[in-house]
């Protein structure tokens, strides 16, 4: 049965990405807003075939942490359910960070497009962090939250990545506060892994964690003290005595 319902699942992601990034097309002309709103419609889609295809359910922790103004956000990253999840249930306008050649995938990089987020340019090499400085400026100041994974990379469940600088940086550089996110969304949907399980994610939002007059190591350290604690209040039976 799992071999079916991920097999199913897959299937419903292909033929709706399909229509709806034609509708991103469409709606083009529309203002940024009203572009994400539409656009967002598909992860949203996702994250509800999960559940009724995949019997993936989920619960949102300490929504009341959400602050009502600026903010970079930081999670934790284990699968590809957190990044429809955090674009599609966030009660701000997010906005990704990721490299430009994206924009090439046929139908998924074309609504992306549409969505002014923060795309870099890798070849750029150290000049592609200014670019996410200056535009992740720009992306706060229209009061959208930018969100950046700080392990880079998908990492296991019970395991913790190095975690860099970027997210840390920006916030620091524009002194914007930081939205620290735990989840064990790797549970239920295992990294580069076809077949999903059933089961409950748990995304759990942290107190702000505030920047002025801090230095970018200094935030770095007090994001991954949270968010690596919360993971072991999340699923205690995969850390050993600290």
Known sequence: MAVLRSTLYQIFLIVTVIPYAIACLLWAPLPLHWRYKLTIGWPRLGVWAAKVILGIRWEL??????????????????????????????????????????????????????????PIDRAKGRDAFEQVVKIGQERINEGRWPILFPEGTRILPG???????????????????????????????????????????????????????????????????????????????RYGPD
């Open 61 to 118: 922790k300490g929504a009341e942490n959400f602050p009502d103004g600026p903010a970079v956000m930081l999670s934790k990253h284990q699968s590809a359910w957190e990044t429809m999840f955090i674009i599609g249930y966030m009660p701000r306008d997010m906005c990704f960070v990721y490299k430009r050649e994206l924009h090439r995938v046929p139908f998924f990089g074309w609504g992306l497009a549409q969505l002014r987020m923060i």
């Open 159 to 237: 395991k913790t990545g190095r975690y860099k600088m970027g997210g840390a940086l920006l916030a620091t550089r524009t002194n914007t506060p930081i939205i620290p996110v735990a989840h064990n969304a790797g549970e239920c949907w295992p990294r580069n892994a076809f077949i999903k399980k059933p089961g409950l994610i748990t995304v759990s939002i942290g107190p702000l964690i505030e920047t002025a007059g801090l230095d970018a190591e200094t935030v770095n350290r007090k994001v991954q003290e949270w968010i690596e604690s919360e993971m072991r209040v999340l699923n205690p039976e």
